[in-house]
């Protein structure tokens, strides 16, 4: 994201673009959060399963049908969050060597293609839920209702569309102005951006010891 000292400096549209972008992360990560709470219910959960079961033979009822609901939960509430911070698996054998207006047009076409998958995704996402709606769809063992859990899947995909909208706008700046402030735009951290960060957080600046990744003359890490 942009510093304060950065948005000080931009245009009105781009500041509108950087303060929309952060609002938005705000409800990208009360969503992680609570998929994060889900994680850890579910551990607790399986932990209950495991002792119940060997030592008081009483299994929790229903386990299976639970984490089989909680994982719709925290696997697709955070989606939009990870995209935010670039953690999705990324190709980068070709588009990593580009640089500057070339780069951005090919962020461009990809952010395009994402958006039309996830589109797709969430439209048959809301009919599936629709259908689990109307018939009142309910789990196998103890008869959950599933269209809860199955609404998750259209609401995170929505977020994810938003999201990427964002991007493409961004990426769509850059292509105008390559040399821009980057904003709303997942940020690929380098090898050397990496090694900063962790020799600032785990050692506080004591860089004894520590073998720092090389680089090349093509950026690729060396050993």
Known sequence: MATTEDVQDLSPG???????????????SVFNLLAAFFIFGVMMLGVVQVIGRSVF???????VDIFEI???????LA?????????HVRMEIIIG??????LWITEVFGTCVALFIVVILMYYGWEHFLRAWNFGDSSIDVEITLWPSKLMVPM???????????????????????????IAIPELETVEKIAEEEIKAGLAGDTDGVVLPT???EGEAGR
């Not at 781009?14 to 990208?28: G, T, Y």
């Not at 909680?70 to 697709?76: L, N």
């Not at 989606?79 to 953690?87: D, M, S, V």
């Not at 060597?97 to 070339?102: D, L, T």
């Open 14 to 28: 781009a500041r509108r673009l950087e303060a929309i972008d952060r609002a938005w992360f705000k409800v990208e």
């Open 57 to 63: 033979n009483q299994p929790v009822r229903g386990y």
């Open 70 to 76: 909680a994982i719709t939960v925290f696997a697709f």
């Open 79 to 87: 989606i939009a969050y990870c995209q935010r911070l670039a953690g």
């Open 97 to 102: 060597r580009f640089k500057g207006r070339v």
């Open 156 to 182: 995170a995909f929505a977020m994810l569309t938003f999201r990427l909208t964002l991007q493409l706008i961004g990426f769509l700046r850059l292509c105008v102005y390559p040399d821009a402030v980057h």
């Open 215 to 217: 680089v090349d003359k």
